[in-house]
Nanobody, 115 residues
Framework: QVQLVESGGGLVQPGESLRLSCAAS????????MGWYRQAPGKQRELVAR???????DYGDSVKGRFTISRDNAKNTLYLQMNSLKPEDTAVYYC?????????WGQGTQVTVSS
């Protein structure tokens, strides 16, 4: 079973940036499309960005142009660079497979955007 550990969240002001990381155990990370998800209080978890095993990316409309997903298969690590953060980006952020059956969810990392 793959274990996922997210990190890099924090409290920032609107317009600032954060870089999230997701460390995955196991070599199967590199053969899977991966995604960043987020869940705000009272809302369903949503996929905000995904990247294929070869680096093709796709973004939700709400983050397009502000967020960049990337991966380092040699390090089994997924990244999310978040720029121009808005209060509506406030959520717990998780990583997991972008397609197919999800692995067990990690604890997530809290991102709070507030002035």
């Amino acid at each position: 079973q793959v274990q996922l550990v997210e990190s890099g969240g924090g409290l920032v002001q609107p317009g600032e940036s954060l870089r999230l990381s997701c460390a995955a155990s196991g070599s199967i990370f590199s053969i899977n499309a991966m995604g960043w998800y987020r869940q705000a209080p009272g809302k369903q978890r949503e996929l905000v960005a995904r990247v294929t095993k070869i680096g093709t990316t796709d973004y939700g409309d709400s983050v397009k142009g502000r967020f960049t997903i990337s991966r380092d298969n040699a390090k089994n690590t997924l990244y999310l660079q978040m720029n121009s953060l808005k209060p509506e980006d406030t959520a717990v952020y998780y990583c997991n497979r972008a397609f197919g059956t999800w692995w067990s969810w990690g604890q997530g990392t809290q991102v709070t955007v507030s002035s």
